[in-house]
């Protein structure tokens, strides 16, 4: 069980008070719990913040802005929120109501920080850095064509550069 | 699993930080993330040019070696403005602290290394600033759900990361805050 301090837990007033309201109101602890909900029912739905964002009708950056505390969403936005996750927008604000057991269950799981980052995980595991390095040459090479040809002629020594990499000589 | 020398890590970032305020006073201070107009501040006067276009590689930023009296920073256009804006930070440290020998990659691969780790948390210094770790243990919060607050921020620059990189980072972020106060 995470070991989350009793005042995270509780759902102040303050959290229902100003909903849809101005959310820089709300304390920092009730902001980063919302958050976390939010996140925690994306998850669940396997849902990235792009996929989520897309559904709501906002920006992904919003969805990482709320779920990291940074601000809470306007009450519809949230109801929009919860309808996409299938969950309830009781239990986002408040923690309390039928999600509560499952997301407390996931948390119980082993208390491991990252434990909620699996996606990313699987994300990362599925990456393979094979194959980037002639890519990223051709990028360092770009940049330089961009910069040294806003200051002036492009020089001899980068049309070399790009002739041996293009080849594989380099 | 390696032994860091978290101490010359922090010690690291910390000097970093102290040499950006030396230009930019509020970096990493009470109303940071400081702006995009005094990020591009720092990097004119470390030297840095900054270009912005669309890799053909997955990598999120590089940094060059010195070309043209400039030192190269290139931003991937199509990573997320989150990434873009830690990016200009951790290669601006890395000019800062004279790693850039040959091309740097901000990528998945060699984030362990002592020089990206220092980059990385001179970058977080200002973008999960001490003011926030503050409020976040309020009312004394335990430092572990600090750090996994401190992650889940570390998450919305970078949700990239491989699962090390987030809690090794963290855990600095945590104690360049309890060690240092920054």
């Known amino acids: ?170 | 699993m390696e032994d860091f020398d978290d101490v010359a890590v922090l010690g690291a970032a910390h000097r970093l930080v102290e040499q950006a305020r030396g230009v930019v006073g509020a970096y990493a201070g009470p109303l940071a993330p400081v702006r995009i107009d005094q990020v591009t501040e720092l990097l004119t006067e470390a030297g840095c040019h900054v270009e912005t276009f669309t890799f053909q590689s997955d990598t999120v930023a590089m940094v060059l070696p010195r070309c043209d009296g400039v030192y190269p920073i290139l931003i991937n256009r199509a990573a997320e403005h989150t990434d873009r804006v830690f990016a200009l930070r951790h290669e601006l440290a890395h000019v800062m602290a004279g790693d850039v020998d040959g091309p740097v990659f901000l990528a998945n691969e060699g984030y362990m290394a002592p020089e990206e780790r220092v980059a990385d948390l001179f970058a977080l210094a200002d973008l999960v600033p001490a003011w926030w770790i503050a409020e976040v243990r309020r009312g004394n919060t335990p430092w572990r759900e600090v750090k996994r607050q401190i992650a889940l921020a570390v998450a919305e620059y970078a949700e990239w990361w491989p699962p090390q990189r987030f809690g090794d980072r963290a855990e600095l972020r945590l104690r360049l805050y309890r060690e240092h106060g920054v």
């Open chain 1, 1 to 170: 069980m995470l070991n989350t301090s009793d005042n995270l837990h509780t759902a102040p007033a303050a959290v229902n008070g100003f909903f849809g309201i101005f959310s820089g109101h709300m304390a920092t602890d009730d902001r980063l719990q919302v958050g976390h909900r939010i996140r925690k029912l994306r998850e669940r739905r396997g849902l990235s913040r792009e996929e989520l964002a897309e559904r709501v009708g906002v920006h992904a950056g919003s969805i990482a802005r709320w779920e990291t505390g940074g601000s809470v969403p306007h009450a519809y936005t949230l109801e929009r929120i919860a309808e996409a996750c299938g969950g309830s927008a009781e239990y986002i604000r408040t923690g309390a109501g039928g999600d509560e057991p499952v997301a407390a269950a996931e948390e119980a799981g082993d208390g491991d920080v990252f434990s909620s980052l699996d996606a990313v995980v699987r994300f990362v595991e599925g990456m393979a850095p094979r194959g980037q390095e002639r890519l990223r040459k051709l990028d360092a090479l770009e940049g330089l064509r961009r910069m040294l040809t806003a200051r002036g002629a492009l020089p001899d020594w980068w049309y070399e550069l790009k002739e041996r990499v293009e080849n594989g000589r380099l």
